[in-house]
T-cell receptor
């Protein structure tokens, strides 16, 4: 299993860009990198996923260097409602063939956006 | 569209009592199903996963068990709850063919307090 390491917490102000980095030194060739957002007492919500280079969607960008040993989630112009825990996840789920690569969630990064 | 239902939302149970949490998925077939637990202020711990009816894999040996009696139904059970079983339980699903780009989809969770 690819273990991930993220900062425990980060503070930012409204309107700023926030970058959260995740280390995953043991990432395997088939592993994808997925980021989730979780609000208190809710299930995590998929934000973005990537394999290499850069991925962008309507809410975030994901930067992955060539060696894939880390990744950075970038949130442009955060607002108070972006205060949440952000999880970096590396791996692929089990497939019907029975292979059992599991996805392990670390402790995540608590992002607090201040006014 | 696919939806995931998880109930109850909150539950308070005495030590030694049984437990049954249910999760159902609509709008898809043959999903991979997962049970996660989150202790207060901690990350998500994978408890069980299932790739098909009657197929259950356990990640952590403990006081809990899981069953999948139907394709889109996943049940988490215990015969005798312990205080340490308290936590936030999350059901999730994924499809092999859509995990890339969409990842996991989580339910809204069950807050279990064992007293």
């Amino acid at each position: 299993l690819a273990k991930t390491t993220q900062p425990i917490s980060m503070d930012s102000y409204e309107g700023q860009e926030v970058n959260i980095t995740c280390s995953h030194n043991n990432i395997a060739t088939n592993d994808y990198i997925t980021w989730y957002q979780q609000f208190p007492s809710q299930g995590p919500r998929f934000i973005i996923q990537g394999y290499k280079t850069k991925v962008t969607n309507e809410v975030a960008s994901l930067f992955i260097p060539a060696d894939r040993k880390s990744s950075t989630l970038s949130l442009p112009r955060v607002s108070l409602s972006d205060t949440a825990v952000y999880y970096c996840l590396v791996g692929v789920p089990p497939f019907s063939s029975g292979s059992a690569r599991q996805l392990t969630f670390g402790s995540g990064t608590q992002l607090t956006v201040l006014p | 569209s696919q939806t995931i239902h998880q109930w109850p939302a909150t539950l308070v149970q005495p030590v030694g009592s049984p437990l049954s949490l249910e999760c159902t998925v609509e709008g898809t077939s043959n999903p991979n199903l997962y049970w996660y637990r989150q202790a207060a202020g901690r990350g998500l711990q994978l408890l069980f996963y299932s790739v098909g009816i009657g197929q259950i894999s356990s990640e952590v040996p403990q006081n809990l068990s899981a069953s999948r009696p139907q394709d889109r139904q996943f049940i988490l059970s215990s015969k005798k709850l312990l205080l340490s079983d308290s936590g936030f339980y999350l059901c999730a699903w994924s499809l092999d063919r859509t995990f890339v780009n969409y990842g996991y989809t989580f339910g809204s969770g069950t807050r279990l307090t064992v007293v």
